[in-house]
């Protein structure tokens, strides 16, 4: 008795025709972002980071407020040339 094995044959795929376009660049790092896991670790922390710089500084800020003199409290307005459009 004879035994066939059937091989199975990797799909064929055309050969490239040029350069990657953007596109398909987006597509790729896009799939990247959602598989990897440590991305939304990473972002995460970035997000947890940013906010506690902001409330340090603004703490800091903050505390010194009522010892600064009120010359210094007041906004600086920016000059004219920052803003030609207004």
Same mark, same amino acid.
């Given at each position: 008795?004879?035994?066939?094995?059937?091989?199975?044959?990797?799909p064929?795929?055309?050969?490239?025709?040029?350069? +990657?376009?953007?596109? !398909?660049?987006?597509?790729s790092?896009? @799939?990247?972002?959602? $598989?990897?896991? /440590?991305t939304?670790?990473?972002?995460?922390?970035?997000? +947890?980071?940013?906010? !506690?710089?902001?409330?340090?500084?603004? @703490?800091?800020?903050? $505390?010194?407020? /009522?010892?600064?003199?009120?010359?210094?409290?007041?906004?600086?307005?920016?000059?004219?040339?920052?803003?030609?459009?207004?």
């Amino acid at each position: 008795m004879a035994t066939t094995t059937a091989t199975r044959q990797a799909p064929v795929l055309p050969a490239p025709s040029g350069r +990657a376009g953007f596109g !398909g660049t987006l597509r790729s790092e896009f @799939t990247k972002i959602r $598989s990897v896991r /440590s991305t939304y670790w990473t972002l995460l922390m970035l997000l +947890a980071v940013s906010v !506690g710089i902001g409330a340090a500084i603004s @703490t800091v800020s903050a $505390s010194g407020w /009522s010892t600064t003199p009120p010359a210094d409290r007041t906004p600086s307005t920016p000059p004219s040339s920052a803003s030609p459009g207004c």
